[in-house]
């Protein structure tokens, strides 16, 4: 198949940990690249944010990444993108002038108004089949940051909308299905594949990372608040109580100590205030080479969202044979066994999380239980050659449900 992949503010080519690259560019990178592995043909276009960028880079047999000038060649907010999609959708649609692909995947609800416009366009006409991955949903988002959700109010109809319009939906997990349907999105449109894990770098042989005190719990991913990692500051009183005082928090992500980073300045004057700052290290970004090491010296990963669409985090630490301790959260309930790979928790629940971090580090047999039943998990469910399976199996229904259908009535509001 030629398939078109298209993230908008989520580029493969990204470096991970800032403020709007995290695991939607894993998951474009890794299941782009698994397709291709699998004989498939894939471009994937991107917004070009910065002005060096070449406009075309290969990165292995199959698989190309375009950079798309739509708007300004300079890191512009995901929330702010919207007035630019209609640029992307020009530009993708002048790429297929010669050949338009098989299938279009879009990532996030703005490619999908991006593709949804581009399929209409050119040669290719309505003929172009439109699967959407939404990697987050605008009512989970509201519905937990309220006024603090800054989507463009565009958001609340154009994301329905688009369910509708798409020819499938792939959805990362079964609680995001359940929120499509409560969208009125019909589920017989929805396929699951969940996100995915690379198991070649992932594993639980090799070196670790050095650690200072008797105990490491590791918080890993973007510094943002919906991410819950001050909770997890806010745990280590709790924990410290509960007989763990030489413990250190490790939180991998954002920009440091160093930087500008508002979160991180944030958690460094929380865990000031509480007084655990000696515990606590912000190493900031990390190459992702390094991160096995990472994984691999802590006693636990810390996963403590406020809400999660799916989650790469754990399964990366389950593949490396450490127990996550995680917020019973949307993805993280399919990913993460209770008690079989790792201890849930109720979401925003500082002391919740200090009692099971303190049951895992109290009995290091109950970690080696987890963390080895975690990496047999992790190997057997979420390969990305598995999860590159799945999503073909989409593919092919949408494909032929365009066969025999003519394209539904255009998307309101998508023209911009």
Known sequence: MRISMISEHASPLAALGGVDAG???????????????????????????????????????????????AGPAAYVPKDDLLPFMGALADAIAEDWAEAAPDVVHAHFWMSGVAALDAARRGPAGSGVPVVQT?????????????????SPPERRFLEPSLGRAADRIIATCSDEAFELKAMGIDTRTVSIAPC????????????????RRAHRILSVGRLVPRKGVDLVIRSLPHLKDLGFA???????????????????????????????????????????????????????????????????????AMAC?????????????DSVVDRGTGLHVPPRNPEAIAGALAALLASPRLRTKLGRAGERRA???????????????????????????????PMEGAAL
């Open 23 to 69: 695991g939607q560019n894993v998951h474009v990178a890794a299941l782009s690249g698994a397709l291709a592995r699998r004989g498939h043909r894939v471009t994937v276009y991107t917004r070009r944010d910065a002005p060096d960028l070449p406009t075309r880079v290969r990165v292995q047999p199959g698989l190309e990444v375009v950079h798309v000038d």
């Open 196 to 211: 995915g894990v690379d198991l070649e770098l992932f594993s639980s042989e090799g070196p670790a990372d050095a650690k």
């Open 134 to 150: 939404f990697h987050a949903l605008g009512t989970v988002k509201r519905r937990h940051q309220g006024a603090d959700d800054t």
């Open 246 to 316: 030489d413990v250190e928090l490790l939180i991998v992500g954002g920009g440091g100590t160093g930087g500008r980073d508002p979160e991180a300045r944030r958690l460094v004057e929380l865990a000031r205030s509480l007084g655990v700052a000696g515990q606590v290290e912000l190493r900031g970004q990390v190459p992702r080479d390094a991160m096995p090491g990472i994984f691999r010296s802590a006693d636990a990963v810390a996963c403590t969202p406020w809400y999660e669409p799916f989650g790469i985090v754990p399964l990366e």
């Open 321 to 333: 044979g450490i127990p996550v301790v995680a917020a019973a959260v949307g993805g993280l309930t």
């Open 379 to 409: 190997r057997a469910r979420y390969s990305w050659n598995r999860v590159a399976e799945e999503t073909e199996k989409a593919y092919r229904l949408a494909i032929a449900g365009m066969a025999g259908a003519a394209r539904l009535e």
